[in-house]
């Protein structure tokens, strides 16, 4: 398999693995420290965001209220690690303040295992720097790698969103630093919103062809990093020609694509609905938008910022290009000839 970017933040994925068995238990959400189970149960579960939550359930600990001093220095920099943890972008400022009081800096030595396979949660951790490796073992195998941190990402979030034990093991291969966050924090602060977020997602992304070769753990990252936006009736959602900044979902109401020739003659190409998605041509192409989109009646859609694209989608690539190819063929019946249109690519 090649390498691509998957999971958050430059987290390669190394190995397919489909031959992982779902474990389904009814509530299968007790801590068990038994590795007799596969313990990474969830991984080819048809939806791991069917769990049960109940935020009211939540441990009650002043914990929660933590603040772990930090040099201005330390500040700055935990600041530049967390801004692109997909997992915070639902945090308003107040609790990403919170978040950030409450973080410590933890070193690691190489060969240091930060997280085993099986153990309860304790932990979240925010990547400040080194490179970390990803096991998992199954009852037929031992332990494989599946993919690495470099240098940014976060991990751990799992055991402490889903209560469950460790998916997988995480190493250290060169010194490093984490910043790290208790689980009373993580589930006082960051579960609702995240947690709320990737359901509502799911649920979309679950209707999109294109995705289903995405991992389900790579799914809940992509969950992670959508953001919601809305239109009104007649408004421009983007504008042919325009550089681009990120592709689209849609998850409600209708989008009409338009595309101008170069002798202005004008062309609506398709309607879109929920589960089809757009603007995806000029990221692969690094060329300016080649249609307008525009909204018809009240529209929600869910926005994927060209960054997110190229680490979370490079599984799908694949299928993205040839459904490229298939709008060159259409080019024609649509315009009558190429002559006055610009190349896609
Ligand atoms: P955790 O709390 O379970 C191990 O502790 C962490 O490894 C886990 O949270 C994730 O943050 C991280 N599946 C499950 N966990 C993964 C995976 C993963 N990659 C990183 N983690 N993958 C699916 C295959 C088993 C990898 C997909 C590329
Ligand atoms: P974009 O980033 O270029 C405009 O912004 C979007 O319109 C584009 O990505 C596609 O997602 C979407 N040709 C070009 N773009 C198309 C086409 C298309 N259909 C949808 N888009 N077709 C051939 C051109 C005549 C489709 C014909 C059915």
């Known amino acids: 398999m090649s390498d691509i970017a998957g999971g958050e933040y430059l987290l390669t994925r190394r190995h397919s693995t489909s031959h992982l068995e779902p474990q389904i238990g009814s509530v299968a959400w007790d801590i068990s420290p038994s590795l007799e189970e596969p313990p ?4 080819r579960r048809k939806s791991v965001f069917a769990e049960q939550y109940d935020p009211a359930e939540d441990e009650d600990d002043d914990n929660e209220k933590a603040v772990y001093p930090k040099t201005e220095e330390q500040r700055q920099r935990l600041e530049e690690s967390v801004q692109n943890i997909l997992l915070f972008r639902s945090l308003d400022e107040q609790q990403m303040r919170k978040v950030l009081d409450a973080m410590f800096e933890k070193k690691v030595e190489p060969g240091q295992v930060v997280i085993k396979q099986g153990d309860d949660g304790d ?46 093991t995480i ?10 966050m208790s689980r009373q924090v993580f ?64 998850e409600e109401g209708m989008v009409r694509i338009v595309m101008q020739s170069d002798s202005d003659e004008e062309k609506e190409l398709l309607r879109l609905t929920k589960g089809q998605y757009f603007g995806e041509l000029a990221l692969v192409t690094h060329k300016p938008r080649a249609a307008s989109a525009f909204a018809i009646g009240s529209v929600r859609l869910a926005f994927l910022d060209v960054l997110a694209f190229e680490r979370l989608l490079g599984p799908c690539m694949d299928i993205i290009k040839r459904n490229i190819d298939q709008y060159e063929e259409q080019l024609i019946n649509v315009f009558g000839s190429k002559n006055d249109i610009s190349d896609l690519r």
């Open 40 to 43: 990474n149960r969830f991984v």
């Open 123 to 168: 932990y979240f951790y925010v990547i400040q720097n080194g490179i970390y490796s990803i096991y998992v073992s199954t009852e037929e195998e031992n332990r494989k790698m599946i993919g690495t941190y470099e240098n940014s990402g976060s991990f751990g979030e799992l055991a402490l969103m889903y209560n469950m034990p460790r998916a997988a």
């Open 171 to 180: 190493e250290a291969i060169t010194p490093g630093s984490l910043w790290a």
């Open 187 to 250: 589930r006082k602060i960051v579960l609702k919103s995240a947690f709320k977020k990737r359901k509502e997602y799911e649920t979309l992304l679950e209707k999109v062809p294109m995705l289903e070769s995405l991992e389900p753990y790579e799914r809940m990252n992509l969950c992670d990093a959508l953001m919601p936006k809305t239109y009104q009736d007649g408004e421009l959602i983007i504008r042919q020609g325009d550089v681009a900044d990120g592709m689209y979902f849609v």
